[in-house]
C-alpha cells in the first residue's frame, strides 16, 4: 500500500476514527484540537479526500501518536502491540481544575479492555467531581499512594495493592502523598 492509493486513505481514515473514539473525542473536538476544519476529518474518516501531509501531522499530534502510526495496518487479532513511545495519551477532562493525570493507554484499540497507566501527581483530587460509566474497573497502585471512593466507600492504597469496583457508581480518585501515585488501570467495556 502506498501513500496515495485509496487504500491508503481508508487506512488512515479507520486508524484515525478508531483513535478518535477511543480517546472520547467527537469529530468537533478533534478537529478542534489539531486546527483542521471539521469536514476535512469527516471526509478523511470515510475514506475520502487526499489529506496534505501537515493535516496528517496535526491529526497525529491531536491523537497523540505519531504519524506514521496512522498508515499502519491493523495487525492480526490475538497479536496486538502498543510500544512504549507509541502510547496515545488520553486526554484530560476539561473541568479538572489543578495538577493533571497523565494517562497513557496500554492496549490497542478495538479491543475489549482497556489498560491505562496513569501518573497521579500529589495533591490531585477530583472529589466533587466523580466519574460514572458503564462496566467494571480494577485499579492497583505501582507506586506512591492512591485513594478511591466508590459510592461513600473511601479506600486507601498503597504500594501493591488492588481494588475492583462497579464504574456505575459514583466514583473518585486523589493522591494524598507527596510524590506522584503510578497506578495501573483496567476497565471494561471500553470507556474512552
Known amino acids: 500500500m502506498t501513500a496515495s492509493s485509496p487504500d491508503a486513505v481508508g487506512q488512515v481514515g479507520l486508524t484515525v476514527r478508531a483513535t478518535r473514539r477511543r480517546l472520547g473525542l467527537t469529530v468537533e473536538a478533534l478537529a478542534l484540537r489539531a ?5 476535512a476529518v469527516s471526509q478523511l474518516e470515510r475514506g475520502q479526500g487526499n489529506p496534505a501531509l501537515q493535516t496528517l501531522q496535526r491529526l497525529a499530534d491531536a491523537l497523540g501518536v505519531p504519524v506514521t502510526r496512522l498508515f499502519e495496518e491493523s495487525a492480526p487479532p490475538g497479536h496486538l502491540v502498543v510500544r512504549a513511545h507509541e502510547r496515545p495519551r488520553l486526554p484530560d477532562p476539561p473541568e479538572n481544575e489543578g495538577p493533571a493525570v497523565v494517562r497513557e493507554l496500554l492496549t490497542p484499540s478495538g479491543g475489549r479492555l482497556q489498560v491505562i497507566r496513569s501518573e497521579v501527581p500529589p495533591g490531585f483530587s477530583n472529589e466533587g467531581r466523580s466519574y460514572r460509566h458503564l462496566g467494571q474497573e480494577c485499579v492497583t497502585v505501582l507506586e506512591g499512594r ?3 471512593a466508590v459510592g461513600n466507600e473511601v479506600v ?12 456505575t457508581l459514583p466514583h473518585w480518585w486523589a493522591n ?17
Not at 176 to 192: C, D, M, N, Q, Y
Request: aromatic share 6%; net charge negative.
Open 146 to 148: 492512591l485513594t478511591v
Open 156 to 167: 486507601d492504597l498503597g504500594p501493591g495493592d488492588a481494588m475492583t469496583y462497579d464504574c
Open 176 to 192: 494524598p502523598g507527596t510524590e506522584p501515585a503510578l497506578v495501573l488501570g483496567s476497565v471494561t467495556p471500553l470507556a474512552f
Open 35 to 39: 486546527g483542521v476544519s471539521t469536514g
